[in-house]
Structure formats: C-alpha cells, structure tokens
C-alpha cells in the first residue's frame, strides 16, 4: 500500500527544523540545472542507464515514499521544486543528508550532500561512481565532472565546501520548467527594481 505523504507533511513542521532543510536545499538556484546541460559530459555506455537507487524519473512521491520509506522532513513549493523529502542516511561510513525534488509530482532531481570528507574520500567515492557506470579516467577525479546517459539523464558531481553528488532527469520538460523558472525570476526582479525606483521617485 502507498505511503500517503501528506500525512506526515505537518508532523515534522517546527520552525528550526524548517529553517535548517531550507537552507540544506542545494541547489539553491534551477540555474545550476543549465549549467549541468551546457557543460561538456561523458558518455556512460549505452546499456547502462544513470539511476538514483530503485527510482524511475518521474515517480509519484507515494512511490518514493514506498521505496525509500518515509521522509525525515517534507519542504512544499520551493522554487521549482513543488515538493521535497529528506533523509538522513549513513552511506558506508559518511554520514549523507539526502533530498528527492518533485515537478508536480513526477519526481526530477536526487542529490546526496556529503559533508566533512577528505579530499581522499571524496576521490574514493568519485573513482566507485564513476567504475559503477563504466568510466574509466583517472583524470576525471582530480575535477568536478558530469556523467549522461542515452536518455540525457546526467549524474553531475559538485565539490567545493560541501561534497554533492546530483541525479537530473533529462526529459525536456525538466528544461521547458528551469527556462520558465528563470524568466519568471528575472520579470520579478526588474519588476521589483522599478518599485523600488518608483518609490524612491515619489519621495524626493
């Protein structure tokens, strides 16, 4: 039997909690999404497809919940993100926080955030990704890097401050939605520019 999500959307509702899985989000902006698609990537052979453990893109959250059990915090309606769970999981011996983004429901972006490794773990974790979908270049451990499969489906690697491993859906209206996102961004700021403006106008 699914698990019905929104019944534990409220449980988990307390305002520190709230602010700390706000500001774990990453990306904080879709944008990085375009710069993952405009960027050079490595073929994955063509009878390998990039997958976030049992997932299909475009799963309902009931089937996520079913398959990864239930989120330890549910964020509604951020960005282009309608819906995001988290968890916390222990992968070997790395502590990883986990998020699951939904566009409407179908479910788009996966990302581990791994934190306080070494530079050597995180080559270590690099080097079995990268042996797992059949990409052998020492080369690409020293750099961040991105991975895409037949389906244009990209596994994108993000090392700075924070260790994040990231799981993109490449179906196009994944990319129609963060070209939206954008426009809709840049209307609001230049709208919000000339209130201000205004504003300032009408007092001097």
């Not at 222990?90 to 934190?115: D, I, S, W």
């Given at each position: 039997m699914a698990v019905k999500y929104k019944q534990y959307v409220s449980s988990y509702n307390s305002v520190n909690r709230r602010e700390y899985y706000q500001k774990s989000i990453f990306p904080e902006s879709p944008s990085l999404f375009s710069d993952m698609w405009n960027s050079e990537k490595n073929k994955i052979p063509d009878d390998l497809s990039i997958v976030f453990r049992d997932l299909i893109f475009g799963s309902i959250p009931e089937t996520v919940a079913d398959i990864l059990g239930k989120p330890r915090f549910v964020i509604e309606n951020h960005g282009l993100s309608s819906l995001i769970f988290f968890y916390k999981e222990?992968?070997?011996?790395?502590?990883?926080?986990?998020?699951?983004?939904?566009?409407?429901?179908?479910?788009?972006?996966?990302?581990?955030?791994?934190?306080d490794e070494s530079n050597a773990e995180r080559k270590a974790i690099k080097k079995v990704l990268f042996e797992k979908y059949?990409?052998?270049?020492?080369?690409?451990?020293?750099r961040q890097d991105h991975l895409e499969d037949r389906d244009k489906n990209i596994i994108s690697i993000r090392d700075s401050v924070n260790f994040n491993i990231i799981y993109l859906w490449g179906d196009d209206k994944i990319k129609n939605a963060v070209s939206q996102n954008a426009y809709s961004l840049r209307f609001d700021k230049e709208r919000e520019k000339r209130r201000k403006y205004d504003d300032l106008r009408s007092k001097l």
């Open positions: 222990r992968v070997n011996n790395h502590q990883v926080l986990v998020q699951v983004h939904f566009l409407g429901k179908e479910f788009f972006y996966a990302g581990y955030t791994f934190r059949s990409v052998i270049n020492s080369a690409l451990l020293e």
